[in-house]
């Protein structure tokens, strides 16, 4: 009995180990149930994810990857972080779809289907950088709630669409327009159809840039059921959280939009500096716009052992935000002397840069390698974590590995 | 005799058909728990089946409480009951904070996320979250741990 009891845990842990997850199905497991069910809900399968992603939470999937598993210069799917604040929708007819246009300052509503939007606009293809606004939270002290997001809620694909502005100027819109809010059809965690997830958006400045998208394709193919299918909107350099899923509506709005996750403190950091721990007050909190500059050394994975004499050679990328990463810089000696890396521009605005280095061990010993991107305002990434904020956004403290030369 | 034969002849068709119908019968059968069962078809890893079936809910290991993750201790199933209805355990158990933190993350889910009034359950549940999920002081950066070395061939 107690040997039969042994294999059975140990074969669902072994299962669990295998998905990554935590065992959180059994309890559902009614008596008597064999669990074949169970590969219908392994997200690798479900989202054609590596299965070295990291699953942070299953109700609602939050999934990152790792730096290492972003070394492609274009982020295929199966290395591209998942953040969901509700159920993901089910499976959709693409063809029903109609996107609606329509708030205050809109001049006259008006409804697309698909088909419409490919037909009537100009298709535009962009490389776009979008990092979870929370990306690096699991470093601040004290700690923010929230998922607990390492390095890996970012990534760099090409989405094709058509430009937002081109929808927005023919549909007409008023000189009042502040905001560009997006309606989604993902289902709340309370499972109330009433109730609406995530509604954000983007300042009007940022609607009528050339790279914000009405996007329906990524890397060249349907966009992922968990990345917005059929419609997002991509609205690169941002928040990803203002980059709307599976949206079904625009609305121009004459103020800043007030959709949920729009309040403070949602995707806002205080207007002013605190220290850590400090309670702020919802109207001293301000929305995050661009995101700051980072980079991330994807090649090689932390932990490489080399043989003394050999040279190292490290590569990855950096972004920021809106801006350009205009220098890229490596140290091996934690701060103390920095060694530059050679920087490629970007594909596009909003695209991430490639960087490599070779770099030379003087002697054997333990190394951390850390890398520090600046952009074109000359702001460079901290050694330390950034500004303490409540919801623990923004952190973009130079990314490092650990290397052993023998 | 012409009577025996036809008789004999009778008697072929009639065996004949109630395999054929038998037959007709069992793949029937079979086809219907396909379509229930469709998952019989997906060839499923060796494993004995028996395996998963009578797993216990309640199944502690090393202070773990294996269904969801969480920390063995008093309060545990009023915790699961009270904290796992709408999301993960997991995105409880990713997360650190003081007593006053996590009462104001239960008060921001009851605002703004339709969580319910705790009730008597409150206390629990708190007392449970602040002891076993309470923040640790990682200081401004904290050193690389669990890293897993590798030769690295160039």
Not at chain 1, 371 to 381: E, F, K, L, P
Request: glycine share 6%; aromatic share 10%.
């Amino acid at each position: 009995m107690e040997r039969r009891k042994f294999i059975k845990n140990t074969l669902l842990g072994t299962s669990a180990t295998c998905l990554g997850l935590d065992i959180v199905f059994s309890s559902n497991l009614p008596d008597n149930y064999i669990p074949i069910a169970f590969q219908e809900t392994d997200p690798f399968a479900l989202f054609n994810k590596d299965k070295d992603m990291q699953i942070l939470n299953d109700k609602p999937w939050n999934i990152e990857a790792q730096a290492h598993l972003l070394n492609d210069n274009i982020t295929p799917n199966k290395y591209m972080f998942i953040r969901n604040n509700g159920l993901i929708p089910e499976i959709l007819d693409a063809r029903q779809w109609k996107l609606t246009i329509d708030g205050e300052s809109v001049k006259n509503a008006t409804s697309f289907n698909i088909q419409e939007l490919k037909s009537k606009f100009k298709q535009y293809t962009y490389q776009l950088t979008l990092e979870c606004g929370g990306n690096g939270r699991s470093e601040f002290n004290p700690p923010a709630k929230g998922n607990q997001w390492t390095v890996g809620a970012v990534s760099s694909a090409e989405w094709t669409g058509v430009r937002l502005k081109d929808v927005l100027n023919d549909v007409g819109i008023k000189s009042n327009a502040v905001y560009v809010g997006y309606h989604a059809i993902d289902l709340h965690l309370s499972q109330d159809p009433e109730k609406e997830v995530i509604s954000r958006g983007i300042p009007m400045k940022k609607a009528m840039q050339d790279e914000t998208l009405i996007a329906f394709k990524m890397n060249g193919k349907d966009i992922p059921r968990a990345h917005g299918f059929p419609l997002r909107l991509v609205a690169g350099g941002y928040p990803a959280s203002a980059s709307g899923k599976w949206i079904n509506r625009l609305s121009v709005r004459n103020k800043v939009h007030d959709g949920p996750k729009m309040e403070s403190p949602s995707y806002r950091v205080p207007c002013d500096p605190v220290a850590p721990g400090t309670q702020v007050k919802d109207e001293d909190m301000c929305i995050i716009e661009s995101m700051p500059v980072k980079s991330l050394i994807t090649f090689p994975k932390s932990g490489a052992i080399i043989k003394k004499g050999n040279t190292l050679k490290i590569n990855g990328h950096a972004w920021a935000g809106e801006l350009e990463v205009i220098k890229m810089e490596y140290s091996i000696d934690f701060g103390v002397t920095w060694q530059s890396c050679k920087l490629e521009k970007p594909a596009n605005r909003f695209a991430w840069q490639h960087f490599q280095a070779d770099v030379n061990f003087p002697k054997t010993g333990y190394y951390e390698v850390w890398a520090r991107a600046t952009d074109t305002n000359g702001r460079s990434q901290p050694m330390l974590v950034p500004g303490w904020n409540p919801k623990g956004y923004l952190n973009n403290a130079c990314h490092r590995i650990a290397i052993k030369v023998s | 005799m012409e009577q025996q034969k036809f008789r004999k002849k009778v008697m072929r068709i009639y065996y004949a058909l109630s395999v054929f119908f038998g037959l007709l019968l069992l793949l029937s059968a079979g086809l219907v728990y396909i379509s229930v069962n469709p998952s019989v078809l997906i060839p499923s890893p060796k494993t004995n089946s028996n395996a998963y079936v009578d797993i216990d809910p309640n199944r502690i290991e090393n202070g773990i409480h294996l269904a969801t993750g969480f920390k063995d201790d008093d309060g545990l199933q009023v915790v699961i009951s009270q904290c796992t209805p709408c999301h993960s355990a997991k995105l409880v158990t990713q997360n650190r904070a003081t007593k006053e933190g996590w009462i104001s993350i239960i008060r921001w889910m009851q605002d703004t996320q339709k969580l319910w009034d705790l009730g008597a359950n409150e206390d629990i549940v708190v007392s449970y979250l602040a002891k076993n999920y309470a923040p640790e002081n990682t200081g401004r950066r904290a050193i690389l741990t669990d890293i897993e070395w590798y030769e690295l061939e160039n």
